[in-house]
């Protein structure tokens, strides 16, 4: 099938250039004048002599430049096949018959007139056949268009076995049938079991689900075919279902094997409900595609096909009715000793130093996926590289820690004085709070080093992972996030942007408190939150416009309260606030022994911010040696830390 699309190509080109010499050469060229004017002209002795010619649709001539600084140029009369006989005659008339004249071509007139039309027809053809082989019929002359560019990778290149895959035991439980049924489908087709066809893998993006699908093949043994669902979603019609056939051939050929569907979202979203503009057809062709395959092959087929979304609440219900996609396998954030798990799998391609704590780094990663925390392992050995170490310290693992989740440290940002001492306010606001609100997570360090977005930050140190959220910590952490908007009101009489993130949390969490969690005693235990498949495009609201007010009511009352009860508890303990605030221009970092230490009115005996800078240009110039990074934190900070409000 191939040289039919080629020859339909090179047809194209071909015609596409022709019609654009004819249009070129077809004497549109140069100033265009009036026979009469080209007359006086040549009269005046302005035409070059010699210079004109009689072409196929325009009389064309030189003239000669008008003065200083100009060229000479073309003039041209436009002729008609009428005007013609009479043109030429006078123009012969005119120059005593010193004219040239070019031949008439005898196509060219014809591909003027058909070329463009011919063109059209061309194209036509192509979209129709296009979308003809789509809908199954006509596979003919055209045959070769949306052949799946799936990626095909056999066992020695996935290469991934359970090994590879941590802290996420209870996934690779459920999926060990289905290798084993992968190894031999004879022994459970005897019996007659039913294994499932489909597997529908959920989880957040980065939790390891393309690593777990590529695990099943590399432990089974069996080819391994992906493709993602934002590749089916192609701008001309019908290609995404013809590319669903093709893999699905292609994969029985190979069977057994294992088809995987990443993003299987983009195209099973479910069908009908909101607004979709383009496209939208054209996904519903492949889903129904995917699900007529899904279909068409018994389990003795021996092919598993196994999709991966973290969207599992929008997809179409018809993909996971029974014989489909009817087993869902969650693959979930990986707790404290998942992560320590996948840390030490990632560690093993990396050369430690006898300092790191694993355990630690493992504690001080809440919510991080298997990718981040490979990232963390990845970013330590580059900065450890960078530092000309022998191997990877703990302090190069809280960097990376920090650096994976807020960004690099902008250490070299040179701050204005007093943007220094609004950042530090804020800071000291969120930090003694933290100290002094028992049922909020205990203050781990802040520091005023700005990082990403944000000009510091304060770290909490998270006792365990947490699952849910009660009452009192809510209120804590929502008065923590008050704390800086109101220190920095306080010590510098200006409010900043700096509050944005600690604004939106707050309102997060009230939000969350009366919507979802029924912790407003005027609204009850009632959920007003709706369905949030966010498919909707207008977004459907199941209670009254008086209740809708209550609840904007509420919300405001919830936040104001913690305002100002933040705002009693730093006025009563001002001269801590401003103790921690100053500490941190000196210092710039803080633990949190030591934040409790200036609380109490205690010197600190660290060096100061400015000694550490003094005594490392000392060392340069004695030196010469530009010194490492990250020596003015304190070298032992656990990474063991959560930002809370920065
Ligand atoms: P997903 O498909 O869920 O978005 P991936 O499987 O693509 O995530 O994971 C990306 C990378 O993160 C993997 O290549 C691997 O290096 C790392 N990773 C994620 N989860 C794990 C895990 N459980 N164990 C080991 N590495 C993991
Ligand atoms: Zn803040």
Known sequence: MQPSRGLFGLLTVLLLVLVAFALLSSGGQGQRVQLAEFETLYRNGDIRENSVEIRENAIMGIQRAQGEGERDRQVSVPINAATREEFAARIVELTGGKVSSRPTSQWMPVLLTFGPFLLIVLLIWYFISRSLRSAGGGAGMLGSFGKSRHRTLSKEMTGVTF???????????????IIEFLKNPKKFTRIGGRIPRGVLLTGDPGCGKTLLAKAIAGEADVPFFSISGSDFVEMFVGVGASRVRDLFKQAKESAPCIIFLDEIDAVGRRRGGGFSSGGHDEREQTLNAILVEMDGFGSADGVIVIAATNRPDVLDPALIRPGRFDRQIAVPLPDVKGRLEILKVHAKKVRLGPNVDMERTARGTPMFSGADLAAIINEAAISATLGNKEFIEQEDLEEARDKVKFGRAKRSRVREKDENKLVAYHEAGHAVLQVLLPDSDPLHKVTIIPRG?????TFSLPEKDRMGYGLKWLLATMRVCCGGRIAEEKAMGDVSSGASQDISQVTQIARAMILEWGM?????????SGSDTKEAFVHERDFSDGTARIIDEEIRRIVDEAYADARRMLEEHWTQVA???????RYETLTAAEVERVMAGQQLDKPTVADLLKSEADKVRSERKTPRDGHDESPDTPPGALPSPA
């Open 579 to 585: 103790g921690v605030a100053e500490a941190l221009l």
């Open 163 to 177: 090994k590879d895959v941590a802290g996420i035991e209870e996934a690779k439980d459920e999926v060990s049938e």
């Open 520 to 528: 407003s005693e005027k609204l009850g235990f009632v959920r007003y």
């Open 453 to 457: 977005a944000a000009g510091g930050a």
